[in-house]
């Protein structure tokens, strides 16, 4: 044998791996013709049963972990679940004792449902846990605004749960688009997601607020309020998302629409309300163009920062190129 065993089994793992060279291929192969040994650690090496028996004790230990842990949660929600029944039970016996029918076990039921989704959900699911839990309690929300609205013979429900759930929208929105399961559904369209999400709860909010409690001329009025500012919030996303400029020209460009829009906004707001309004006549307020020049300065300020950043960045990377 021309090399020694110890350097031929230095040589065994890149022989195995097939990563080494035709030279030291030869001389591992001359060596094991002629060495039992090395042969049988060879043949060791290329055993994989004690790399799998090691893979499925590791998975038996973790399943074994996982099913502890979720027995665990489950018996901890229960428990939680148990004392938020305590409230719900004591209004049941007052409210049949009383004689006065069912009406505060079920608020109490439904707030109840409120701190549950909270805390009881979490525990209880084995998967999608944020997902779930905000879901359950936006449900627990509008379910409350409902039984309320119902014992107290209101008409509120329709204006109030529609407010409720844009503003937990703009609240669980983004969690929720970034979060699994939605994640793998939306991918890079997170943002248009959430900024349609936003825009389609605020128009059912009004819409809402229009049928229950706006009288015949407060649709042309909320259309002509709420458009400039859902474009504009539309116009300040699209130029952060995708138009490739630094961060504080993209800055500069939005305070500047942000001011133009302050400034314009009332007056495109006033015409489109004469125009579809029944009397022709809306209130009107002549702004003042100082805070437009103020944040025209400001996103000027901004914006030149940033071009002189960027070409300072330009000039870096070039000088390392």
């Not at 065994?12 to 001389?27: A, E, H, N, Q």
């Not at 309020?225 to 116009?235: E, K, L, N, R, T």
Request: glycine share 6%; with cysteine; charged share 10%.
């Amino acid at each position: 044998m021309k090399f020694d065993c110890d350097i031929i089994s230095d040589l065994l793992p890149m022989y195995k791996d097939g990563i080494c060279s035709d030279t030291s291929r030869k001389i591992v192969e001359e060596h094991l013709a002629e060495c039992p040994s090395c042969s049988k650690v060879l043949n060791m090496m290329n055993d994989t049963a004690i790399d799998e028996e090691i893979i499925k004790e590791k998975n038996e230990v973790i399943q074994s972990q996982a099913k502890f842990f979720k027995r665990k949660s489950a018996v901890a929600g229960f428990i939680i679940a148990l004392v938020l029944l305590v409230p719900v039970l004591i209004c049941f016996i007052v409210d049949i004792a009383a004689g006065s029918g069912l009406s505060w076990f079920f608020i109490v039921f439904a707030a109840m449902l409120i701190p549950a989704s909270l805390f009881v959900t979490p525990f209880m699911m084995p998967k999608y846990k944020m997902f779930t839990t905000m879901s359950a309690f936006t449900v627990s929300v509008i379910l409350l605004l409902g039984v309320c609205c119902i014992y107290s013979r209101g008409s509120w429900f329709f204006v109030a749960a529609s407010a409720a759930l844009f503003g937990l929208t703009i609240c669980f929105a983004p969690f929720i688009a970034c979060r699994r399961p939605v994640n793998a559904y939306l991918k890079n369209r997170k943002g248009l997601a959430i900024m349609g999400a936003y825009t389609l709860t605020f128009v059912l909010m009004m819409f809402c607020i229009g049928l229950t409690a706006g009288g015949p001329g407060f649709f042309p009025v909320a259309f002509a309020v709420s458009a400039p500012i859902i474009a504009a919030a539309w116009i300040v996303f699209a130029v952060i998302r995708y138009v490739p400029l630094n961060g504080l020209i993209k800055a500069g460009i939005c305070t500047a629409l942000i001011s133009i829009l302050t400034y314009v906004s009332p007056s495109i707001s006033n015409s489109i309300a004469v125009k579809a309004s029944a009397t022709g006549v809306v209130s009107y307020t002549t702004p003042t163009p100082v805070f437009m020049i103020l944040g025209l300065s400001v996103a000027a300020v901004l914006a030149v920062i940033g071009i002189i950043i960027g070409i300072a960045k330009g000039g870096n990377k070039n000088a390392k190129a």
